[in-house]
C-alpha cells in the first residue's frame, strides 16, 4: 500500500553537493520515523539520517557534520542535504518509514555517485 516518490540523485565530483527528496503518498498513518537509508554494492544497507515524529535526529556517524535531514510531518516529506560528498558515499540511497506498529518500509531508491 505503501508508495515512494524519490528524487535528486546524481553524479557529482568529490567536494559537491546533492539533496534528495521523498514523499510518502498512499496510506502512511501513525508515521513515526522517516529518512534515508543507503546500500553500496557488496555492502548491507545501512541507515543514513532518521528524524523521528517529534524531531528527534539520528545521523549516522560517517555523515555527521555534512549531511542534514528535514521533515514535514503532516506532508508525509523528508529531504536530505549532502554537502562535501566523497566517493565513499556512492550508494543507492532508499526512503524509510517506521510507523508505530514497528513496520518498516523502504523505496526503490536514487543513486548517488560521487567521483574521485
Known amino acids: 500500500q505503501v508508495q515512494f516518490e524519490e528524487s535528486g540523485g546524481g553524479l557529482v565530483q568529490s567536494g559537491g553537493s546533492l539533496t534528495l527528496s521523498c514523499t510518502a503518498s498512499?496510506?502512511?498513518?501513525?508515521?513515526?520515523?522517516m529518512g534515508w537509508y543507503r546500500q553500496a554494492p557488496g555492502k548491507q544497507r545501512e541507515m543514513v539520517a532518521v528524524i523521528k515524529r517529534y524531531g528527534d535526529t539520528r545521523i549516522a556517524d560517517s555523515v555527521k557534520g555534512r549531511f542534514s535531514i528535514s521533515r514535514d510531518t503532516y506532508q508525509n516529506t523528508v529531504s536530505l542535504e549532502m554537502n562535501d560528498l566523497q566517493p565513499e558515499d556512492t550508494a543507492n540511497y532508499l526512503c524509510?518509514?517506521?510507523?508505530?506498529?514497528?513496520?518498516?518500509?523502504w523505496g526503490q531508491g536514487t543513486q548517488v555517485t560521487v567521483s574521485a
Open positions: 524509510y518509514v517506521n510507523n508505530f506498529n514497528g513496520n518498516d518500509y
Open positions: 498512499v496510506h502512511i498513518y501513525m508515521v513515526h520515523g
